[in-house]
């Protein structure tokens, strides 16, 4: 069964930084894009940051850019997103999301998300 | 980016009904559109790709037509289930991007 497990969110201050996990398990996860996908409170989904198997290619939304990063440990099963100069518009759950289908530009998969509160 | 638009915001129908949601595109998109199903305090769940291909154990009721700028999510007999709301979304363009969504709710 895949499982996708997403955990270091909390409140911080605008200007602040956070760090996101995703755990993997029951796939090859070395084999599988990866996506962050965003929910802020009472609105609809946003993609946020995408890597392939090899982190060769890995794109951000516009509104991320520069200050968003994201990796991958394909021999830990996790990926990362690492979040600097957060803002007030970042709030949101933070999802996890397994590349399936569609040569991986689908989100097969998802974790149950963690949340974000950017806040001060 | 590509824009896309859901209607209606809110469709109410009662259980056994047949539900019919749109998708429109700014441009087109081709066949890449998908579409995903999220009940409260849930993640999204993924229903059909391409159009009108469904994922791995969707029921055979939730069925997807359309091509270009103009999609269709169908489900045909609505189960108590089925009540939530719906994304489509588009890969043909960077940035990938979702519509607004539709909530589909018990009338």
């Known amino acids: 069964e895949v499982q996708l497990v997403e955990s270091g969110g909390g409140l911080v201050q605008p200007g602040g930084s956070l760090r996101l996990s995703c755990a993997a398990s029951?796939?090859?996860?070395?084999?599988?894009?990866m996506n962050w996908v965003r929910q802020a409170p009472g609105k609809g989904l946003q993609w946020v940051s995408y890597i392939n198997s090899g982190s060769t290619t890995i794109h951000y939304a516009d509104s991320v850019k520069g200050r968003f990063t994201i990796s991958r440990d394909n021999a830990k099963n996790s990926l990362y997103l690492q979040m600097n100069s957060l803002r007030d518009e970042d709030t949101a759950v933070y999802y996890c999301a397994r590349g399936g289908y569609c040569g991986g530009d689908c989100y097969s998969d998802w974790g149950q998300g963690t949340l974000v509160t950017v806040s001060s | 980016e590509i824009v896309l638009t859901q209607s209606p915001a809110t469709l109410s129908l009662s259980p056994g009904e047949r539900a019919t949601l749109s998708c429109r595109a700014s441009r087109s998109v081709s066949s890449y559109l998908a579409w995903y199903q999220q009940k409260p305090g849930q993640a999204p769940r993924l229903l059909i790709y391409d159009a009108s291909n469904r994922a791995t154990g969707i029921p055979a009721r939730f069925s997807g037509s359309g091509s270009g700028t103009d999609f269709t999510l169908t489900i045909s007999g609505l189960e108590p289930e089925d009540f939530a709301v719906y994304y489509c979304?588009?890969?043909?363009?960077?940035?990938?991007?979702f519509g607004q969504g539709t909530k589909l709710e018990i009338k």
């Open positions: 979304q588009q890969r043909s363009s960077w940035p990938p991007t």
């Open positions: 029951g796939f090859p996860f070395s084999s599988y894009i």
